[in-house]
């Protein structure tokens, strides 16, 4: 088979994999639901943009085109990348961490997606297959949905259920691209058994609609029903006299029997047998006081710094800077604003913002005008106002980004123009590409997968096992010194587990001679990643906690004292900082 054939069907062959990431749980990593996830991603773009490379030398039809939308995604890109060498914390912020996966190596990666999907999808017109794919994959996941609501199977936050996702607003959110798409998909099904096919599709849909439900996220429900407004207007401009009678009265019955039923419930006072139907009637202040009060702590640590923000990941050193102590009772640490306009603000200050907003509004543009079905345009509409409006109260991650980029994509393909200088270069021979132009790609592929993939992941394996130790495997010390040595990223995190080991350690019946050596190198380890983010109380006060269960009240009394300068709203580092002050002045002097 020819170089260029094999790089096509590797590169369509990752693209169609992206789908079906949403089942894939890896439970030997460090946060299965978003690690597994997310290093699996960023292994398929890569491998994705590799093949794209030696097609796009083989053919000019595949090579890069430019639209409004590509621009504005290429400048966010390029404006994070400065946003986040400019960060209070650069390697949490271009890296990410174990938790979200996130980082601008994640944007970059998402950026890559978009670039390989654009050109080789909108290249052959695979765009309804790709959508089948995901319709496909999110029907697995309803199945798991459907399991967790009949108690078949186990859902973490009962009766909330999360479809193997991790939590229930991240299903919600992916259902929400879902639900358009697979509407779409029926909207256009022709030819032999297209009845059969359509019929299908509407169920899925159906379920689909019915395990967000279930999933008990009202920020998606508001998205959902602000989407299903939206294709009902553009509906009602583009049908004639009798669509829009129908829809009209429709829209006019479905809503006055969902506010009947809301509303008898309700008085009925049966909201305490339903829980579920409690969280959607239940939209008091006292509810979003959480959210209003992280809200005002974002905008108070975007006016901080406005122009380039703190970084991806910066909201933890808003979070501690300019902590409300009405927020005692909740979470101890908040690492999102949870609405991504603010996020963004956090992240990037307000460059980042109008770029976020502008890349939606483009693409929403490019949709309204590209060659497509009435049909299909109205919900791929629908589906990017209700990622608009959900991202009003939560965050993104990986299950949303995948779709929205994959949105982005096809608004772009609908508008791009071919780049003169890519389109006058020669396509390469088959003996070009098979000596010069594939060996770079995998030479290339080789490289980022080495030295950016393989070491956090085999990290993220190693502090898996010592939080999960099996029978007959090594000390755990060993495996937190091999997480350490692989050179990968989310060192904090390793890193702060260890002092948390090594604090249990202390205070254990071990003899002396063993805890030594594990007690001084967590010490020194976390001293090495207060060198690098100086400013992270958190990791402070576990370090005070550490020194407190060794004895040595002083250096205990100086990392909390020191926590608390950089979180002086916070009672909890308050009250440890005054323990450890009166413990180290009560503590007989040393020479």
């Not at 169609?16 to 030997?28: C, E, M």
């Not at 969902?258 to 239940?282: F, Q």
């Not at 109205?378 to 299950?399: C, K, N």
């Amino acid at each position: 088979m020819a170089v260029a054939a094999i790089a096509r069907w590797v590169t369509l062959g990752a693209l169609f994999l992206v789908p079906f990431l949403a089942l894939y749980v890896d439970k030997a990593l460090y946060f299965p639901f978003v690690t597994g996830r997310g290093f699996a991603f960023r292994l398929i773009v890569e491998v994705a943009v590799a093949g794209w490379m030696v097609m796009a030398a083989a053919e000019r039809r595949y090579r890069p085109r430019v639209s409004a939308v590509a621009v504005i995604f290429a400048v966010l890109v390029g404006w994070m990348a400065l946003a986040d060498v400019l960060a209070v914390n650069p390697h949490n912020a271009l890296w990410g961490n174990y938790e979200r996966m996130d980082g601008w190596v994640n944007l970059a990666h998402l950026f890559g997606f978009f670039l390989v999907a654009g050109s080789v999808l909108g290249a052959e017109n695979l765009w309804t297959r790709w959508w089948l794919a995901f319709a496909a994959a999110s029907g697995l996941v309803c199945g798991l949905g459907l399991l967790q609501v009949a108690r078949l199977a186990p859902a973490p936050v009962w009766p909330r259920i999360d479809a193997g996702f991790g939590n229930p607003e991240f299903v919600a959110g992916y259902l929400l691209f879902a639900i358009p798409t697979t509407l779409w998909l029926a909207a256009e099904v022709s030819g032999p058994g297209m009845r059969l096919r359509r019929g299908g599709l509407l169920s899925l849909a159906a379920l689909q609609v019915a395990v967000l439900a279930a999933s008990g996220t009202r920020g998606a429900y508001a998205g959902l029903a602000l989407g299903g407004a939206l294709g009902a207007v553009l509906w009602l401009r583009q049908a004639g006299r009798p669509g829009r009678v129908a829809v009209a009265a429709g829209a006019a019955v479905a809503g006055l029997v969902l506010a009947g039923v809301l509303a008898a419930v309700r008085l009925s006072g049966d909201l305490a047998h339903n829980p579920m139907l409690a969280r959607l009637t239940g939209f008091g202040l006292g509810e979003v006081r959480v959210r209003l009060t992280l809200w005002r702590m974002a905008w108070e640590g975007f006016l901080s710094r406005p122009l380039t923000g703190w970084g991806h990941e910066g909201f933890t050193y808003v979070f501690q800077r300019f902590y409300d102590p009405s927020l005692a009772g909740q979470e101890p640490w908040f690492d999102r604003a949870h609405d991504i306009y603010l996020d963004a603000l956090v992240a990037g200050g307000a460059p980042a913002l109008l770029l976020l907003l502008a890349l939606l509004a483009s693409a929403a543009y490019a949709l309204a005008r590209a060659p497509i079905s009435p049909a299909g345009r109205l919900l791929l509409l629908s589906a990017l106002l209700a990622y608009a409006v959900q991202g009003l109260v939560v965050f993104d991650h990986l299950m949303t980004e995948a779709p929205l980029a994959a949105v982005l994509a096809m608004a772009h393909a609908a508008r791009a123009r071919p780049l003169a200088a890519l389109a006058r270069a020669p396509e390469l021979t088959a003996r070009r590409l098979a000596g010069v132009a594939a060996p770079l790609a995998l030479a290339a592929l080789a490289l980022v997968v080495g030295l950016g993939n393989a070491p956090g992941l085999r990290a993220n394996r190693d502090l898996n096992r010592v939080l999960n130790p099996s029978n007959g495997g090594p000390l755990p010390l060993a495996y937190f010194k091999s997480a350490l040595d692989d050179r990968g990223f989310a060192h904090a995190e390793i890193r702060d587990k260890l002092v948390q080991a090594a604090t249990a350690v202390a205070g254990s019946d071990a003899p002396d001679a063993d805890k030594a050596p594990f007690l001084a190198y967590a010490v020194a380890q976390m001293r090495t990643e207060l060198q690098r983010a100086p400013h992270e109380a958190r990791l402070r006060l576990d370090l005070a906690r550490l020194y407190r269960r060794m004895g040595d009240f002083d250096h205990a009394a100086a990392e909390s004292a020191a926590a608390l300068r950089d979180a002086p709203g916070n009672p909890l580092l308050r009250k440890e900082a005054d323990l450890d002050a009166r413990q180290a002045a009560a503590a007989p002097a040393t020479d």
